[in-house]
Protein backbone atom coordinates (compact mmCIF):
# COMPACT_ATOMS: atom_id res chain seq x y z
CA UNK A 1 0.00 0.00 0.00
CA UNK A 2 1.09 3.78 -0.37
CA UNK A 3 2.13 5.91 2.08
CA UNK A 4 -0.95 8.34 1.17
CA UNK A 5 -3.48 5.20 2.28
CA UNK A 6 -1.68 4.15 4.99
CA UNK A 7 -1.93 7.29 6.38
CA UNK A 8 -5.84 7.46 5.54
CA UNK A 9 -6.13 4.49 7.54
CA UNK A 10 -4.62 5.65 10.40
CA UNK A 11 -6.77 8.48 10.12
CA UNK A 12 -4.33 10.77 9.15
CA UNK A 13 -4.95 13.52 6.62
CA UNK A 14 -3.36 12.36 2.81
CA UNK A 15 -0.23 14.38 1.94
CA UNK A 16 -0.09 14.95 -1.74
CA UNK A 17 3.02 14.35 -4.10
CA UNK A 18 4.18 17.60 -4.20
CA UNK A 19 4.46 18.56 -0.66
CA UNK A 20 6.95 15.27 -0.85
CA UNK A 21 8.94 16.23 -3.58
CA UNK A 22 9.16 19.46 -1.50
CA UNK A 23 10.36 17.63 1.40
CA UNK A 24 12.61 15.61 -0.68
CA UNK A 25 14.41 18.80 -2.03
CA UNK A 26 14.48 20.20 1.21
CA UNK A 27 16.29 17.17 2.70
CA UNK A 28 19.31 17.69 0.30
CA UNK A 29 22.69 19.17 1.63
CA UNK A 30 22.75 21.48 -1.20
CA UNK A 31 19.71 23.05 -0.55
CA UNK A 32 20.16 23.28 2.95
CA UNK A 33 23.50 24.89 2.59
CA UNK A 34 21.62 27.70 0.16
CA UNK A 35 18.89 28.42 2.71
CA UNK A 36 21.37 28.82 5.17
CA UNK A 37 23.77 31.22 3.10
CA UNK A 38 19.75 32.59 2.36
CA UNK A 39 18.71 33.20 5.83
CA UNK A 40 22.05 34.90 6.68
CA UNK A 41 21.81 37.18 4.24
CA UNK A 42 18.05 38.21 5.18
CA UNK A 43 19.21 41.76 6.80
CA UNK A 44 21.23 42.37 3.74
CA UNK A 45 18.17 41.48 1.62
CA UNK A 46 15.39 43.22 3.64
CA UNK A 47 17.55 46.10 3.17
CA UNK A 48 18.08 46.40 -0.15
CA UNK A 49 14.16 45.72 -0.79
CA UNK A 50 13.51 48.69 1.61
CA UNK A 51 15.84 50.63 -0.86
CA UNK A 52 13.90 49.38 -3.94
CA UNK A 53 10.60 49.85 -2.49
CA UNK A 54 11.43 53.90 -2.08
CA UNK A 55 12.91 53.97 -5.21
CA UNK A 56 10.02 52.56 -6.91
CA UNK A 57 7.71 54.71 -4.82
CA UNK A 58 9.48 57.87 -5.84
CA UNK A 59 9.42 56.81 -9.21
CA UNK A 60 5.70 56.13 -9.66
CA UNK A 61 5.12 59.43 -7.85
CA UNK A 62 7.45 61.51 -10.62
CA UNK A 63 5.71 59.22 -13.24
CA UNK A 64 2.08 60.96 -12.04
CA UNK A 65 3.24 63.57 -11.26
CA UNK A 66 1.55 66.21 -13.78
CA UNK A 67 3.18 69.50 -12.91
CA UNK A 68 6.86 67.93 -13.21
CA UNK A 69 5.66 66.13 -16.33
CA UNK A 70 4.96 69.70 -17.80
CA UNK A 71 7.94 71.19 -16.53
CA UNK A 72 10.15 68.06 -18.45
CA UNK A 73 8.44 68.99 -21.85
CA UNK A 74 8.93 72.89 -21.28
CA UNK A 75 12.51 72.39 -20.52
CA UNK A 76 12.71 69.84 -23.58
CA UNK A 77 10.54 72.20 -26.05
CA UNK A 78 13.20 75.75 -24.73
CA UNK A 79 15.73 73.30 -25.73
CA UNK A 80 14.50 72.07 -28.73
CA UNK A 81 12.91 74.79 -30.47
CA UNK A 82 16.40 76.92 -31.31
CA UNK A 83 17.41 73.75 -32.61
CA UNK A 84 14.61 73.06 -34.87
CA UNK A 85 14.77 77.23 -35.99
CA UNK A 86 18.28 77.03 -36.80
CA UNK A 87 17.26 73.84 -39.23
CA UNK A 88 14.23 75.05 -40.60
CA UNK A 89 16.45 78.11 -41.68
CA UNK A 90 19.08 76.35 -42.92
CA UNK A 91 16.69 74.29 -45.12
CA UNK A 92 15.00 77.90 -46.03
CA UNK A 93 18.47 78.99 -47.05
CA UNK A 94 19.47 76.11 -49.02
CA UNK A 95 16.52 75.79 -50.77
CA UNK A 96 16.56 79.51 -51.81
CA UNK A 97 20.14 78.99 -53.05
CA UNK A 98 18.93 75.67 -55.32
CA UNK A 99 16.34 77.80 -56.78
CA UNK A 100 18.55 81.29 -57.49
CA UNK A 101 21.48 78.98 -59.18
CA UNK A 102 18.94 76.95 -60.93
CA UNK A 103 17.39 80.63 -62.77
CA UNK A 104 20.59 81.77 -63.07
CA UNK A 105 22.65 81.71 -66.51
CA UNK A 106 25.88 83.30 -65.29
CA UNK A 107 29.45 81.71 -66.44
CA UNK A 108 32.04 81.84 -63.56
CA UNK A 109 35.04 82.05 -65.17
CA UNK A 110 38.86 81.96 -63.90
CA UNK A 111 38.56 85.32 -62.73
CA UNK A 112 35.51 85.12 -61.08
CA UNK A 113 36.70 82.12 -58.84
CA UNK A 114 39.48 84.19 -58.05
CA UNK A 115 37.01 86.81 -56.33
CA UNK A 116 35.25 83.87 -54.92
CA UNK A 117 38.08 82.83 -52.89
CA UNK A 118 38.42 86.16 -51.46
CA UNK A 119 35.18 85.78 -49.82
CA UNK A 120 35.32 85.26 -46.51
CA UNK A 121 32.47 82.58 -45.96
CA UNK A 122 34.51 80.50 -48.68
CA UNK A 123 37.73 81.17 -47.23
CA UNK A 124 35.94 79.75 -43.80
CA UNK A 125 34.65 76.90 -45.28
CA UNK A 126 38.14 76.33 -46.85
CA UNK A 127 39.84 76.06 -43.26
CA UNK A 128 36.99 74.12 -41.89
CA UNK A 129 37.56 71.52 -44.76
CA UNK A 130 41.21 71.37 -44.37
CA UNK A 131 41.01 71.06 -40.46
CA UNK A 132 38.62 68.20 -41.29
CA UNK A 133 40.82 66.58 -43.45
CA UNK A 134 43.53 67.21 -40.98
CA UNK A 135 41.50 65.48 -38.54
CA UNK A 136 40.29 62.46 -40.58
CA UNK A 137 44.20 61.56 -41.38
CA UNK A 138 45.08 61.53 -37.98
CA UNK A 139 42.50 59.41 -37.25
CA UNK A 140 42.78 56.68 -39.82
CA UNK A 141 47.03 56.79 -38.40
CA UNK A 142 45.52 55.99 -35.04
CA UNK A 143 44.03 52.98 -36.26
Do not use: C, W
Amino acid sequence: MSEATNQLQAGQPAVSQEKLDVLDQLLKPEVQDSITALVNELPKLTEMVTTLTKIYDVAVSLSTDEILKNDIAGAVGEIATPVVNSAKGLAATAIEAKDRAAESTETIGLFGIIRLLKDPQVQQFFRFTNAFLQVNEEHKNLK
